[in-house]
């Protein structure tokens, strides 16, 4: 029992915690919040232009740490703009920890200034929430939050504390260990239903593993690949399952759903047994879900027992962390008699012969984003992390960036969040300054957040900013192409910014980029700078994203 | 195909627990056809009976999405027919002579029902019973003009000795 003030009671939760960095922007609701970090040096707080690029660096930081990330706004309009970010990582099970300040606690319901429902606002995006109303809650509701966060399927916890919970002073217990009397992940699988597993498994002649984002979560990678080559079934992954195996491997066919890669979907659509790990069936992996490889058993391992039928009817379903019950299912396995497949690799094969992603265009002005792609892959080492913003940009990086290890790929991919790239690529860096850091991003995508610009400038956060400039809103344009006779509404931008310049004003380094063979040198150059930086390539406004299957339709009928 | 589905919902009595299911409900487009709680024989625990309605794979979604909220401990499918249900009900009548008076009370004692307050020109009844019985004695007063109605909403409990929680 110590006697502390809120504000010091958050800072030493957040220590225990093992909390390094903190992304936020004070305001009058935490400004006690803020004094206690001024005196604070074993927590790094950046400060960030606009809250909701605390939300994405959090979760930048989260995806590629595996630890909690942590962002800080004050009340009102602070946390409503933190929401973009809070919903993000919710729809990607990504661990942050979200903290607010609110009006004190007699003003709260009065419609104070600044005062907002925030724990309202959050419920629905967030794995749990608290309102403090008494500061000496303080340090178990931060071991709570922590524990909420990165435990089971991981998720955002929001924790709004009234500014004079944080200004008061009381004797604060802070608890080694807490338990919560509803909250109860189930880790390891049901034996009898990983034996069923295995047994559906051993008996298959066309197996495929789509692995997603629960893969990367519970660090899989290792039991994937001896899974894969045991059974001699590709693996195939929604975005948020990129880089949680190694996309060089010759089982791994790549990225599945509405901008999958051939390969993937034609496998998924003639697999006999689909043996889903850690991943949600969404839509825009699926396709149209009453087509959707509907020749197979389902087995389908997720930590989250709602996940589990909830998209996709299933056969097997196995709750659990995939990596455990994937070592469970390994070791049965291991026992049993497997067919060999050699009919179904050949077929993969010649699938991949046939259907291999093209790069090459070497002469092409404007820019392909396709090539572009190749020339990014040139200069990208093993370590590097991509991030990306949403629309074509996210679809190029996602269908033709080769990405071997695990957390090097970080995308908006269930909430789909344009702004989400650069802010959480300055979060990624942070966490692991030794890789170079790049967000692929359209120019639509990047002016929602550039202010931040500042933060990486002042933080010295040498991250690369990439943008696709194609002038427009280019998935929304491509669906107006292709789907409403190129009635282009609202899409096309007639009064872009000279990025360079921007970058300038703000003190990055600015590159224009138009002719093929350009855009590896300078993305080089930016890695090897040290200086926050922003590389314009402009690239082919007309160019579409393909394959694509066109909402509605079969896996198998893709266009382009 | 759509059926009424009733469940018992442990939970812990924390500020904004209701609005937590309430609003999972609302979110993913289940039904509450009717919502009770109330605290229950432990300590900072309350238990929601809530009814719904939707095929076995809706009822599966809600039971797993509920389940998932960290303050809610258990949740368990009532049975009716291994239940006790029971609904309280207040109902105005409207009933402004002698002989519609005694017309009322009669019907009343017929359902076990009670007068609970008689003003000029209404008498209140309270019952309790299942919902049948509930509707049966409404549609009997519904020809009187039922002024006002208040009903708590449906709550259960499992028969003989088993607990809801082992249901």
Not at chain 1, 183 to 202: D, M
Not at chain 1, 328 to 356: G, N, Y
Not at chain 1, 489 to 507: H, I, N
Request: with cysteine; hydrophobic share 40%.
């Amino acid at each position: 029992m110590v006697v502390m003030r809120g504000g010091k009671a958050i800072i030493e939760g957040l220590k225990r915690e093992g909390v390094k960095v903190a992304f936020g922007l004070p305001g009058g609701a935490v400004i006690e919040l803020y004094d206690a970090i001024y005196d604070e040096t074993d927590i790094r707080h950046i400060l960030v232009r606009h809250e909701q690029c605390a939300a994405h660096a959090a979760d930048g930081y989260a995806r590629a740490s595996g630890e909690v990330g942590v962002c800080i706004a004050t009340s009102g309009p602070g946390a409503t703009n933190l929401t973009t970010g809070i919903a993000t990582a919710y729809m990607d099970s990504s661990p942050i920890v979200a903290i607010t300040g609110n009006v004190v606690r007699p003003l709260i319901g009065k419609d104070a200034f600044q005062e907002i429902d925030a724990t309202g606002i959050t419920m629905p995006i967030t794995k749990h929430n608290f309102r403090l109303t008494d500061p000496r809650d303080i340090p178990y509701t931060i071991k709570a939050a922590f524990q909420i966060a990165k435990s089971g399927r991981p998720g955002p916890v929001h924790i709004d504390f009234p500014r004079d919970v944080i200004q008061a002073e009381a004797e604060m217990d802070f608890p080694e260990r807490i338990e919560l009397p509803g909250y109860k992940p189930t880790l390891k699988g049901n034996f009898a239903q990983i034996k069923k597993a295995a047994e559906l498994l051993a008996n298959a002649e066309r197996p495929v593993i789509m692995a997603g984002g629960g893969a990367v979560h519970s660090n899989a990678t290792k039991e994937l690949i001896q899974l894969a080559e045991m059974l001699g079934a590709p693996i195939i992954t929604p975005l948020m399952g990129k880089s949680c195996v190694p996309e060089s491997h010759p089982l791994v066919l790549g990225l599945v759903g509405m901008h999958g890669r051939k390969p993937s979907n034609f496998a998924v659509s003639e697999a006999d047994v689909l043996l889903g790990v850690g991943t949600r069936f969404s839509d825009r992996s699926t396709g149209a879900v009453a087509y959707f490889s509907t020749e197979s058993k389902k087995i389908h391992i997720d930590i989250d027992p709602a996940e589990i039928g909830k998209n996709v009817p299933v056969d097997v379903p196995i709750v659990g962390d995939a990596r455990l019950v994937l070592q469970d299912l390994i070791k049965i396995l291991e026992k049993m008699a497997l067919k060999k497949k050699t009919a179904w690799i050949e077929k993969i094969e010649q699938w991949k012969k046939e259907f291999p992603p093209k790069y090459d265009y070497p002469d092409a002005i404007p820019l392909k984003p396709q090539q572009v792609m190749k020339e990014v892959m040139e200069v990208l080492g093993e370590d590097d992390i991509v991030t990306t913003e949403v629309g074509q940009c996210q679809m190029w990086a996602g269908h033709y960036l080769t990405r071997n290890k695990i957390r090097t790929f970080i995308s908006s991919g269930g909430l789909g969040t344009m702004g989400f790239g650069f802010p959480a690529a300055m979060g990624a860096k942070v966490a692991r300054p030794e890789s170079n850091v790049v967000d692929i991003a359209g120019d639509g995508s990047f002016l929602m957040v550039c202010q931040d610009l500042a933060t990486v400038v002042e933080n010295n956060i040498p991250v690369v900013v990439l943008i696709l400039d194609n002038r427009a809103l280019g998935m929304v344009r491509q669906w107006q192409m292709l789907f409403f006779d190129k009635r282009y509404s609202a899409v096309d931008f007639r009064a872009q910014p000279d990025f360079v310049k921007l970058a300038e004003a703000f003190g990055a380094r600015g590159e224009l980029v138009e002719r093929p063979g350009e855009v590896a040198p300078a993305l080089k150059e930016a890695f090897d700078s040290g200086k926050p930086t922003v590389i314009n390539v402009i690239v082919d406004r007309d160019e579409c994203v393909f394959p694509m299957i066109p909402p509605g339709a079969k896996m198998t009928e893709m266009i382009g | 195909m759509t059926e009424k589905h009733m469940l018992s919902v442990l939970v812990e009595d924390k500020p904004g627990v209701m609005q937590r299911v309430s609003g999972l409900f609302r979110q993913r487009a289940f039904n509450i056809d009717s919502i009770a709680v109330g605290p229950c024989e432990k300590e900072g625990f309350s238990r929601i009976t809530l009814v719904t309605s939707g095929d076995e794979k809706v009822l599966e979604q809600v039971r797993k999405q509920l389940e998932k909220l960290v303050e809610v401990i258990k949740v368990s499918e009532m049975n009716p027919d291994e239940c006790v249900v029971r609904e309280l009900a207040l109902a105005k009548i409207h009933a402004p002579t002698g002989a519609i008076r005694s017309e009322i009370i009669q019907y009343a004692n017929i359902f076990r029902a009670s007068v609970v307050d008689v003003g000029p020109e209404t008498l209140t009844i309270e019952i309790t019973g299942d919902p049948d019985k509930i509707k049966a004695f409404l549609d009997m007063m519904k020809p009187f003009g039922i002024r006002e109605l208040v009903r708590t909403g449906i709550t259960s409990i499992t028969r003989g000795a088993r607990l809801i929680e082992e249901v």
